[in-house]
Every structure is written in structure tokens, then in C-alpha cells.
């Protein structure tokens, strides 16, 4: 037995879905970007609590690294203390851990190798609980179909529409997060190139005025010579010159 149910009765759903953001459950996860500072000779550390069985996702990297190299010392903690993840001075990396006790984790990083620079850090946390987001099945035997009434055909309809908005929204926060990715590498790139036009800068102004002053002091020394008046012809002449 087939059953059909009008157009509009099916697209009532998804416009309440669309307008009262309800979606289904498992699609839920904790995502957090930011950017830090991290001052010369100091160490930023931020704390989140994550719950036994859920699974760490922590990527990072140095935008900036004002007048110094790209690089900060990262350490992620567990809540009693022990360290789980240690880099030392490097420009990027990712890193992921499966949780085997609650509580408090500790994010480090630590700039005190630096006695001038600051660096700034983009970093994205991830915490999720492994199987969640997983893609639904959409294989339904048209068995199952035989005998339904007309509540439990739409019921399952609508809940085929809030899996097909979960997916989705997934797909989005993917994309948000490559994006993220993408605008930080950008950064750091632009950071860099400024920071390489300001040496350029500072070192063709260098150039350029001992250019000048050469040139300065060789037109003072040509016209010593030639003027028998002066002091400095005196002065040759004294040395032999």
C-alpha cells in the first residue's frame, strides 16, 4: 500500500526546521576559533572540559611572529597534570587525542623562549564523541513502506528531512572550518610579506644613504685636492699626498 500526502504537508516541516533551527540529535559538537596573543617571555593557557570518551581535535598556527620567526611551544595537559602533546618551537600543528578521563584540559602556549616578540596564534578545538555525525542510512526496503498509516508515513518523512538537514549542516561547518583554515594561512602569509616589504625598506633607505654619503665625501675630497687655499690642501701636503 502506497501512501501520498499533499506537497504542502511535506514542505511544512522543513520550514519549521529551516526557522526554528531544530536538528536532529548526534550532529552536535564543541568548535571553538581564536586567536591569541602570547607576549615575550610569557605563557597563555586556556582550559576546557571534556567528557570521558569524546575525542580532541586541536590544530594551531603562528600568524605572526612580529619581528622573530613563525614558531610558539605548545603543551596540551590532562586535568591532573601530566602531559599528553609537547612541541617546542614549531610554526603548526595538529594534534588528536581520544579521551580517557574527564575533566579539565589545559592548552599552553609558551612564548618564553622570545625576549622581544610577540606571536600571535590561531587555533581551532575541536571536541566531539567518536560515531557522532556519522552520515544516516538511507536504504529503506519497500517492505517497510507496506502498511504504514498515514501519521507513520509522514512521521518518517519528516525525520528523513531533519537527517537530510543534519548532513548538510555538517557539509557547512566543514566548509566554515577549511575556510577558517584557509583565511589564517592567508594571514600568516600576509604578516609575512609585510614584515619582509618593511625589511626591504629599512634596508634600501640604509643603502641609499651611504650612497650619499660617499658620494658626499668623495666630492669634498676631489675639491681639497684641487684648492691650493684650503685647509685640507695644507693637510695633503703635510702627509706627502
Not at 597534570?81 to 574527564?102: C, T
Not at 507513520?152 to 531533519?162: L, N, S
Request: charged share 25%.
Amino acid at each position: 500500500m502506497q501512501v501520498l500526502l499533499p506537497l504542502g504537508i511535506l514542505l511544512l516541516p522543513l520550514q519549521l526546521l529551516l526557522l526554528v533551527g531544530i536538528l536532529p540529535p548526534g550532529t552536535q559538537a564543541y568548535d571553538k576559533e581564536m586567536t591569541v596573543y602570547v607576549d615575550a617571555g610569557k605563557v597563555e593557557c586556556l582550559y576546557h572540559t571534556v567528557r570521558q570518551g569524546e575525542t580532541i581535535d586541536f590544530e594551531y598556527q603562528v600568524i605572526d611572529g612580529g619581528h622573530g620567526d613563525l614558531d610558539i611551544s605548545f603543551t596540551l595537559l590532562d586535568p591532573i597534570g601530566l602531559v599528553i602533546v609537547s612541541d617546542f618551537k614549531k610554526p603548526e600543528n595538529i594534534h588528536r587525542h581520544e579521551v580517557a578521563k574527564e575533566g579539565d584540559y589545559r592548552f599552553c602556549f609558551d612564548n618564553s623562549f622570545s625576549l622581544f616578540n610577540r606571536k600571535t596564534v590561531f587555533f581551532e578545538l575541536i571536541v566531539e564523541r567518536e560515531g557522532e555525525g556519522e552520515d544516516p542510512q538511507w536504504n529503506v526496503e519497500l517492505d517497510e513502506l507496506a502498511g504504514l498509516s498515514r501519521d507513520e508515513y509522514y512521521d518518517m518523512k519528516v525525520q528523513d528531512i531533519m537527517d537530510f538537514i543534519g548532513r548538510i549542516r555538517q557539509q557547512l561547518n566543514k566548509a566554515r572550518q577549511l575556510q577558517d583554515v584557509l583565511r589564517s594561512h592567508e594571514a600568516r602569509d600576509r604578516n609575512l610579506a609585510e614584515a619582509n616589504f618593511q625589511k626591504v625598506n629599512h634596508w634600501s633607505m640604509l643603502q641609499i644613504s651611504a650612497m650619499i654619503g660617499v658620494g658626499l665625501i668623495q666630492v669634498f675630497m676631489l675639491r681639497s685636492i684641487f684648492a691650493t687655499n684650503g685647509r685640507m690642501h695644507l693637510l695633503w701636503r703635510k702627509l706627502g699626498i
